[in-house]
């Protein structure tokens, strides 16, 4: 079992930033991916970022060079660092965990989620 809980949304004005951790409990962190995905109001989920336990990254074009995601194993805790915020990054956030350690772009790859934090940018 691995509970994931996210912390750090809100509301930023556009060009802003956020940064969101998400505190995984459990199983060893450090063996397992991890991901954020969102829902964006009327749309399916999508995803945003993904990291593997070794340190690899991977972005969705609509955040590629805007977004960062990292991880801290000391701290069981992985992070999405958000700059040049835009109305449309507006949803609802959530990580989540792949034990199989895929870095994968797809929900269905992902064993564990979190509850979610809500982001709104305002224009």
């Known amino acids: 079992q691995v509970q994931l809980v996210e912390s750090g949304g809100g509301l930023v004005q556009a060009g802003g930033s956020l940064r969101l951790s998400c505190a995984a409990s459990?199983?060893?962190?450090?063996?397992?991916?991890m991901g954020w995905f969102r829902r964006c109001p009327g749309k399916e989920r999508e995803f945003v970022a993904a990291?593997?336990?070794?340190?690899?990254?991977y972005y969705a074009d609509s955040v590629k060079g805007r977004f960062t995601i990292s991880r801290d194993n000391a701290k069981n805790t992985v992070y999405l660092q958000m700059n040049s915020l835009k109305p449309e990054d507006t949803a609802v956030y959530y990580c989540?965990?792949?034990?199989?350690?895929?870095?994968?772009?797809?929900?269905?790859?992902?064993?564990?989620w979190g509850q979610g934090t809500q982001v709104t940018v305002s224009s």
């Open positions: 459990g199983r060893t962190f450090r063996s397992y991916a």
């Open positions: 989540a965990a792949d034990l199989s350690d895929r870095g994968s772009s797809l929900s269905r790859r992902y064993d564990y």
């Open positions: 990291i593997r336990w070794s340190g690899s990254t």
